[in-house]
């Protein structure tokens, strides 16, 4: 490991001269590529110019390469931070920092449906969240518009954390809460959440002036036609948790053309049968699993593993405090090992499942050839609590491994000198 | 009169103070053990809690209490005619885990309006109310938190107010009451609260003091300043009576008063919410000017940077894992939090859950905390690891003489675990409550269920 981090510091000081035309060799890796269940062991992966360009068995390293021994240890694609606010909240409660809902509260009902509202604008790439959510192995979310008196929370987009302005892949993604959570928005009754979510797909599909109080503004009307109709490719994310609201997401989505993803899910193990025959994927917290309010009497920690047996693809993401802690997730997944979901399909949730479930497969979630050179390098089994990410690379670049949080550590760690610990960078 | 000196005065003469407001506990614990053959579980790797590893070893207990440990089981076992043997072959066997911050019962499940029972957010200072008066034992999170082997927990109101409260410490088996539940002679708590939530509550929420850190400390001293009185008058009056004055008249009794005369008496522990790192070193002083001990910081998600001063204050850290950033006061929370503040000689960190998620696995937020440790440099054991969610939290809530290691003497409440519980895919396979099953993850006569989870979602036919 020391070895290891000393060739990652030495990268990091030489990284600006070299970023032109900079070549990494892993050396003797367990490479968990993601296409196949079984792992390739003791393989090399060549990366040029940010690009995986080969994986193989004994592969040939080039004389400008830096080399990087991974001694056999595991090798995944960075993982997935799930659905997170990181970028774009600082401290939860500083409203001045908070820029992930749009607040509605005291709004009227009809003004309150805003699909246009776009958390992807005020991504902020030099949070201090991002390096302290990559470092533990994740470089990739999906910004979260979170609802705040509004049933329909508006656009996310998935986004990759290299601290980089152009840090925005995929298209954007439509979150909808409905249940019970979102009565107070609707009138206070769930039903209402179709009656004004339907009109609101009325009013987007239509040509006409919409009198006399229209729910969608001309900006939101054309917000919505981004995810409904038959030729909608962007995904609407549901927030639900109870199985007969769940049914009705499927039935909505089909009459409207919605390309839906369950998120929370807590009972959407009632209604495997029907995901799966909907092939409409779980976006599930594996430790979700206590009657949390009467949506959720049946969540249960075996959840994951019903919905993975259903045939349901499934992606693991932390709905507890899931931007601050989003590194916590791939321990979640380590639980839904714990309680039947066979390992291959918990490390399947954190990195291709959601991936494809975003349409940004091309960009994360697998370690192949052409692939943009995403890979963290584990001590060991990568979704367990005795394991840490040893090296992150992120597009081609190694990582530094340093964030505020190590920074604060070395500092209070280091012995005191004369001068006070403000005086101590390290 | 110098205060400190007004709070010698008291401390000699408490007794008699404590006997006239101190009285027995009148919610007192009516726990009863169930009854439970005698048991040894063999072949097991034993983290003691003591900070010791036996390995290939065997613990017997019996009559609620654990009997031999180690080596000497083999003698020990003699003593018995029948006794139940449980193999644990390649499993590990600890002290039950003791949550010393837990607000099931007060935020039970689910999270209705009607079951919000845990901040009496209308003063901020109401040292008069009591966690366990508003207690639901049938929080189905109590039921969950024992399959994670938890055994004993401290519930605490929240923290909205300066001074939040009494805490309450329980035993984790599902009873129809909480005096049933109560740990018996567990001493009470009291919940106080630095920083942003008290002044947010109350400067910002209402427009009352305290409305900023300063309104808090002039809080804190208020009252303290009214209990060291309180505690004068009574002392007064106590030594007329017994001068045979029959005309002394007696003080007002003032519940909330009698909390904090507890405090200085030292018969009742603070427990108290506080993140930052120099409004702890605050707050010690704070305890100094009165006369008081802390106890226990919570949440200090900054404890790293005074470990030492910790140490040597003799106060305990109660901590999570990885928890940082959903505010200010957490900002500076690092993963090394745990281990850093467990390095000097005399600290006592401990691994807290304040979720009902994570009080189902406080051994994996341990492990966290551990391998975070290591990947510092730190050599940290698992047989030392299982102390910040064992003996530590029990020396907090001041029960280690009863519970928190697996000792001769001690309550028989044991976990065995599937593995090493330091790794995600390890469960607990049963729990033993005073030397009794009350969990096994193979038989399900032996998984309770709460009243309000029973008969949910019922299908027609099964």
């Known amino acids: 490991m020391n070895r290891l981090t000393r060739i990652a510091i030495a990268v990091a000081v030489t990284a600006p001269l070299s970023l032109s035309a900079q070549t990494l060799f892993i050396d003797d890796a367990t490479v968990h590529t993601m296409l196949d269940s079984a792992p390739m062991e003791n393989a090399d992966i060549l990366i040029v110019d940010g690009v995986i360009t080969a994986v193989d068995y004994g592969l040939e390293i080039p004389a400008d390469a830096e080399l990087i021994e991974a001694e056999g240890r595991p090798v995944t694609p960075g993982f997935f931070a799930g659905i997170s606010a990181l970028g774009i909240v600082e401290v939860s409660l500083e409203a001045a920092t908070v820029d992930n809902q749009l607040i509605l509260a005291e709004t009227p009902i009809a003004d309150k449906l805003r699909p246009e509202f776009n958390v992807a604008l005020a991504f902020n790439p030099a949070s201090s969240l991002i390096p302290i959510t990559r470092v533990e192995g994740y470089n990739?979310?999906?910004?979260?518009?979170?609802?705040?008196?509004?049933?329909?929370g508006g656009q996310g987009r998935p986004a990759m954390l290299g601290g980089h302005y152009d840090s925005l892949i995929g298209d954007p993604v439509l979150f909808i809460d409905v249940g019970s959570d979102a009565s107070e928005e609707s009138f206070g009754s769930r039903a209402a959440q179709w009656m004004l979510l339907s009109q609101a797909v009325d009013e987007s599909e239509s040509t006409i002036e919409w009198t006399p109080d229209p729910l969608l503004t001309p900006a939101g009307r054309k917000a919505m036609k981004l995810f409904t109709g038959s030729s909608a490719s962007s995904v609407t994310v549901f927030h639900v948790h109870r199985a007969s609201d769940i049914l009705q997401v499927l039935a909505f989505?089909?009459?409207h053309g919605f390309n839906p993803i369950i998120f929370g899910g807590s009972e959407a193990w009632k209604v495997a049968d029907q995901l799966a025959q909907a092939d409409v994927p779980v976006l599930i917290d594996p430790l979700a699993n206590l009657p949390a309010d009467f949506d959720q009497l049946g969540a249960r920690l075996d959840a994951a593993s019903i919905l993975h047996q259903a045939g349901v693809r499934i992606g693991i993401l932390n709905t507890g405090n899931g931007t601050h802690?989003?590194?916590?997730?791939?321990?979640?997944?380590?639980?839904?090992?714990?309680?039947?979901?066979?390992?291959?399909?918990?490390?399947?949730?954190?990195?291709?499942?959601?991936?494809?479930?975003?349409?940004?497969?091309?960009?994360?979630?697998?370690?192949?050839?052409?692939?943009?050179?995403?890979?963290?390098?584990?001590?060991?089994?990568?979704?367990?609590?005795t394991s840490v990410a040893d090296l992150v690379i992120l597009d081609g670049e190694p990582d530094s491994m340093v964030t505020r949080q190590t920074l604060l550590r070395d500092r209070y760690s280091a012995p005191e000198g004369e001068l006070p610990r403000g005086y101590i960078k390290p | 009169m110098n205060p400190k000196h007004l709070f010698l005065v008291s401390a000699a003469s408490a007794l008699l103070f404590s006997a006239a407001i101190m009285a027995a506990d009148p919610y007192a614990s009516t726990y009863q053990r169930i009854p439970a053959p005698p048991t040894v579980i063999e072949n097991a790797t034993i983290l003691t809690g003591t900070g010791e590893r036996l390995d290939s070893a065997s613990i017997l207990f019996?009559?609620?209490?654990?009997?031999?440990?180690?080596?000497?089981?083999?003698?020990?076992?003699?003593?018995?005619?029948?006794?139940?043997?449980?193999?644990?072959?390649?499993?590990?066997?600890?002290?039950?885990?003791i949550d010393v911050h837990s607000h099931l019962g007060v935020y039970p499940s689910p999270g209705m309006v009607a079951h919000s029972d845990g901040n009496e957010a209308t003063a901020p200072a109401t040292p008069n109310v009591w966690a366990e008066h508003s207690l639901w034992p049938q929080d189905p999170g109590f039921t969950h938190a024992l399959a994670g082997g938890v055994t004993s927990m401290q519930l605490l109101p929240g923290s909205a107010n300066l001074f939040g409260g009494r805490t309450v410490t329980v035993k984790n088996l599902p009873r129809n009451s909480y005096q049933a539940m109560k740990f018996p002679g567990a001493p009470h708590g009291l919940k106080m609260a630095c920083g942003e939530?008290?002044?947010?509550?109350?400067?910002t929420g209402k427009g009352v003091t305290p409305?900023?850190?300063?309104?808090?400390?002039?809080?804190?001293?208020?009252?303290?300043?009214?209990?060291?009185?309180?505690?004068?008058?009574?002392?007064?009056?106590?030594?007329?009576?017994?001068?045979?004055?029959?005309?002394?008249?007696?003080?007002?009794?003032?519940?909330?008063?009698?909390?904090?005369?507890?405090?200085?008496?030292?018969?009742?522990?603070?427990?108290?919410?506080?993140?930052?790192?120099?409004?702890?070193?605050?707050?010690?002083?704070?305890?100094?000017?009165?006369?008081?001990?802390?106890?226990?910081?919570?949440?200090?998600?900054?404890t790293y940077k005074?470990?030492?001063?910790?140490?040597?204050?003799?106060?305990?850290?109660?901590?999570?894992?990885?928890?940082?950033?959903?505010?200010?006061?957490?900002?500076?929370?690092?993963?090394?939090?745990?281990?850093?503040?467990?390095?000097?000689?005399?600290?006592?960190?401990?691994?807290?859950?304040?979720?009902?998620?994570?009080?189902?696995?406080?051994n994996i937020e341990a492990g966290k905390a551990m391998t975070s440790g290591r990947r510092m440099g730190l050599d940290i054991t698992p047989e030392h690891a299982i102390r910040w969610i064992t003996y530590n939290p029990a020396k907090s809530l001041g029960i280690e003489d009863q519970t928190g290691a697996l000792e001769p003497g001690k309550m028989a409440d044991v976990v065995i675990w599937s593995g090493n519980p330091f790794s995600v895919y390890t469960l607990a396979d049963r729990v033993y409550l005073d030397g009794a099953a009350v969990y096994d993850r193979f038989d399900p006569a032996l998984q309770p269920v709460s009243d309000f989870e029973l008969g949910q979602s019922l299908e027609v036919s099964p």
Request: net charge negative; with cysteine; aromatic share 8%.
């Open chain 1, 253 to 255: 989505s089909e009459e």
């Open chain 1, 140 to 152: 990739w979310t999906v910004l979260h518009a979170q609802r705040e008196g509004n049933i329909i």
């Open chain 1, 325 to 385: 802690n989003a590194r916590d997730i791939r321990f979640r997944a380590g639980i839904a090992v714990a309680h039947g979901l066979p390992w291959q399909a918990a490390l399947e949730g954190v990195t291709i499942r959601p991936a494809q479930m975003f349409g940004v497969d091309h960009h994360t979630g697998t370690i192949e050839a052409n692939q943009r050179a995403n890979i963290v390098i584990w001590s060991g089994d990568p979704l367990d609590v």
């Open chain 2, 62 to 97: 019996a009559d609620g209490a654990v009997q031999a440990v180690g080596e000497s089981v083999e003698s020990v076992r003699l003593d018995y005619e029948e006794i139940e043997v449980v193999d644990a072959q390649g499993r590990w066997v600890t002290p039950g885990l």
């Open chain 2, 306 to 362: 005074i470990a030492d001063e910790l140490a040597e204050a003799g106060v305990c850290a109660a901590i999570w894992s990885d928890w940082w950033g959903f505010k200010m006061e957490a900002y500076d929370g690092i993963l090394e939090n745990v281990a850093m503040t467990d390095i000097p000689e005399g600290s006592c960190a401990i691994v807290h859950s304040d979720s009902s998620q994570l009080i189902q696995r406080l």
């Open chain 2, 197 to 203: 939530n008290p002044k947010r509550v109350y400067g």
């Open chain 2, 211 to 302: 409305g900023t850190r300063m309104g808090n400390v002039a809080g804190y001293r208020d009252q303290w300043a009214k209990a060291q009185k309180y505690i004068h008058d009574w002392q007064q009056y106590d030594e007329l009576v017994e001068a045979g004055d029959t005309t002394a008249k007696e003080p007002e009794r003032n519940l909330g008063l009698d909390t904090l005369a507890g405090v200085l008496t030292g018969d009742i522990k603070i427990h108290m919410h506080c993140y930052r790192a120099d409004e702890m070193l605050l707050i010690l002083d704070v305890a100094k000017e009165f006369g008081y001990s802390v106890g226990t910081f919570h949440h200090g998600v900054e």
